[in-house]
């Protein structure tokens, strides 16, 4: 109950708004305490001391909405010197001991020589602060002196009443109450019924709603029907409130209903519309009907209750089982309907913290990963708050592995339970927005790439590429044994370690770490842990099958890089561990992708250069050199810039080519759909004939509709 309520109490501080600081607000000095009592003593005023700290939601609505206030500067900078301190440092932990400041905010009130005159316990409206604080400006109402005269024996009601008033202002919680005690019970009924006594009287208790409804008449003439209006309508929506928050049925709560039901029934109370449904929900408690209908019932009432209204049924929102993701789903769109109603003044700061509160319920809901609309250092911040690793999902829009992951993976409920309760997690498109900026920071090479963060932005882990098995993916991330980064840390320590180089006992793990690299496509650093591992291996193991997926990879082994060069020099002895194969299928691929360049006029080869390929290629008696040909054939011509002579090579280098080429073949067709003329049907039979000697299916469409539109137009 005492979390709850605290819950509660925190949650009201952050939702509480904040206004714009203004010159004509409360001038707090920026001085030390005893140099306000010297300012105070120079001044003949007192000083006003704000107790406060960082985290205290209550606080930061004073500092940043009461205390701006133009009548706010009007009232304390013509009676107080103000000042202000943190609690928990500096001056302010020498002030919280002196005074016993336990609560925050607390504002102290003292005198030149810096004896407590007046306290004040608690965050309220401007007037209502004020109306505590007034009694302390007089010396004679100084809770100092009250507590002195109270101790005499001599004090009377009257006098009485200021002292209990000033001990509950200043959030007295040992003597207030058997101070309240005595002076009610002292009390005579016309004492009761006058207006001197109604701030005694007023209290939220079912008891005095009695006397308040007996004594109806006598009260609305000494004090005013509107306010015995108002304080049977406060005092019933708060006892419902307490009776909601309890939310358990009890024989003090059934005789609560039914003393308001009562008093409904002959018109002493005239419910409005919250009222009404908190009603409602109190019988719905009582019937033992469970939270899922008080829910229900706010959701249904949502759209006719106030902002204020509906923030008070927050404290029921977190009694609800966050598996039952129906409920979940009915709080998050309550949530929708409150923050749709914040009025404009207050969309600044209570919007964004009712976005933050109600994201949980819509996480809670989710059947899938829950993903937040949060910058990177924002999510980054969160992921610090709530003590968990960030996820983040790096993806394109065309990227078909990413959308799969979107659509089929990341929807599955028991991933999302997975992620939802271990991370913050978001997705950026990195080719736009805060993308490529992540992208440059990160390495991110190959899409889909997740990252596990840590709170201060470091890699915890990094997984490439999409997976059915996220889950176990990911959770590798939340152990420092088997996140990725694990593997960062030991390199690091083996690097540096300046006195030795990597023994024996480092191989398996240089190659393990080697391999972890080429997935994820950071070449530049296989390269280097391949140096530290070279001199631990022996010639067989250079051209083992075991690490042939280096010369797979073709940033690793690309053209004119020494691993290519050791693989040229050492084929034979590759064919033998993998196969002539795979063997001439590397060295293939690497003439073809340096042809690439060239077919997509993004570079100009020197003359010669690409036909010199040819003789580069001949020692290695390629399985598939007429393909490679081929595709060298078509390079240089485009290289030429000549489209007839393109035709007339392509012609004959189509026949030649393979499945493995097809894109090859694409853009070849589709160079000549652009720069040639008068070409249409010759290129449409060279396409039919491409398809029906391949049959690619998946390319089909491509390879017959790429005529089409000029087709009728020959």
Request: glycine fraction near 6%.
């Given at each position: ?93 020498e ?7 336990r ?17 004040v ?20 109402n ?23 008033l ?9 003597i ?10 002292s ?69 609560l ?11 002493a ?65 309550i ?52 003590k ?151 010639d ?16 690793f ?54 036909l ?103």
């Amino acid at each position: 109950m005492r979390k709850r309520i605290m819950l509660l109490v925190i949650l009201s501080g952050i939702l509480l708004s904040r206004l714009p600081v203004y010159s004509q607000g409360v001038n707090f000095r920026d001085v030390t305490l005893a140099q306000a009592l010297e300012s105070a003593r120079a001044e003949s005023r007192l000083v006003m001391v704000d107790c406060q700290t960082t985290w205290c939601g209550p606080c930061k609505y004073m500092s940043n909405t009461v205390f701006p206030l133009k009548e706010a500067g009007d009232f304390f900078n013509k009676h107080f010197v103000c000042v202000e301190f943190d609690m928990e440092k500096g001056e302010g932990l020498e002030i919280a001991k002196r005074y016993n400041v336990r609560s925050y905010p607390t504002f102290l009130f003292l005198d030149a020589n810096g004896n407590l005159q007046h306290r004040v316990v608690g965050a309220s409206d401007l007037q209502s602060f004020i109306a505590r604080v007034e009694p302390g400006l007089d010396p004679k109402n100084s809770l100092f002196l009250l507590e002195k005269e109270f101790r005499s024996g001599k004090m009377k009601k009257e006098r009485k009443l200021a002292y209990l008033l000033a001990l509950e202002g200043a959030g007295d919680r040992e003597i207030a109450p058997r101070i309240k005690e005595e002076l009610l019970g002292s009390l005579t009924t016309t004492e009761k019924l006058s207006a001197t006594y109604w701030p005694l009287i007023k209290k939220n208790t079912l008891e005095m709603m009695d006397f308040v409804e007996q004594h109806r008449e006598q009260l609305e003439k000494s004090i005013g029907k509107q306010a015995v209006n108002d304080f049977m309508n406060e005092t019933c929506v708060s006892l419902l409130n307490n009776y909601i928050t309890l939310g358990a049925k009890s024989d003090s709560g059934d005789r609560l209903l039914a003393s308001i039901h009562a008093r409904v029934d002959r018109q002493a109370i005239i419910p409005g519309v919250a009222m009404e449904v908190k009603l409602k929900i109190a019988d719905a408690i009582s019937s033992g009907a469970g939270f899922s209908r008080v829910i229900d019932l706010v959701a249904e009432n949502a759209n006719a209750l106030s902002m204020d209204e509906l923030l008070g049924f927050t404290v029921i929102f977190g009694k609800i089982d966050k598996e039952e993701k129906a409920m979940m789903a009915k709080i998050a769109t309550i949530g929708d309907v409150m923050i749709s109603k914040v009025p404009e003044e207050r969309i600044a700061d209570i919007k964004p913290a009712l976005e933050i509160y109600f994201a949980q319920f819509k996480k809670a809901a989710a059947t899938g990963v829950y993903w937040e609309e949060l910058s990177l250092a924002a999510a980054l911040d969160k992921a610090k708050r709530e003590k968990k690793f960030l996820f983040v999902d790096c993806h394109a829009t065309w990227c078909g592995p990413c959308i799969y992951m979107a659509n089929t993976v990341f929807t599955r409920p028991e991933v999302g339970d997975f992620f939802n309760d271990h991370f913050i997690s978001v997705k950026y498109d990195m080719e736009q927005g805060e993308g490529p900026g992540i992208m440059t920071r990160y390495g991110v090479k190959v899409l889909p790439t997740f990252l596990v963060l840590n709170p201060d932005g470091s890699v915890q882990h990094k997984i490439i590429g999409a997976s059915d098995n996220i889950v176990e993916e990911a959770r590798k991330g939340l152990d420092d044994a088997t996140a990725s980064s694990a593997l960062d840390k030991k390199y690091a320590a083996i690097a540096s370690d300046k006195e030795n180089a990597p023994g024996a006992g480092d191989k398996e793990f240089l190659l393990e770490y080697l391999a972890r690299l080429i997935d994820f496509h950071d070449a530049d650093k296989a390269r280097e842990v391949y140096d530290a591992l070279d001199p631990l291996l022996t010639d067989d193991e250079r051209t083992s099958a075991a690490l042939w997926f280096l010369y797979e990879d073709d940033e690793f082994c690309g053209r004119d890089s020494d691993a290519f060069n050791y693989l040229l020099e050492h084929r034979k002895a590759f064919n033998a561990s993998v196969g002539k194969r795979a063997v001439d299928e590397k060295i293939a691929l690497v003439y073809k992708r340096r042809l690439l360049p060239v077919l997509l006029g993004k570079e100009k080869p020197a003359p010669g250069e690409i036909l010199a390929m040819k003789k580069e290629i001949a020692p290695y008696k390629l399985a598939g050199r007429k393909e490679l040909f081929a595709c060298i054939d078509i390079a240089n011509a485009v290289a030429a810039g000549d489209p007839d002579k393109l035709l007339k090579v392509a012609a004959k280098a189509l026949k030649n080519l393979t499945r493995e080429s097809i894109d090859v073949a694409i853009f070849t067709l589709d160079y000549l759909k652009q720069h040639t003329t008068g070409k249409i049907e010759t290129l449409k039979k060279m396409a039919d004939e491409l398809q029906n000697r391949l049959a690619v299916e998946e390319y089909k469409n491509i390879l017959t509709g790429m005529f089409e539109e000029k087709e009728g137009g020959e």
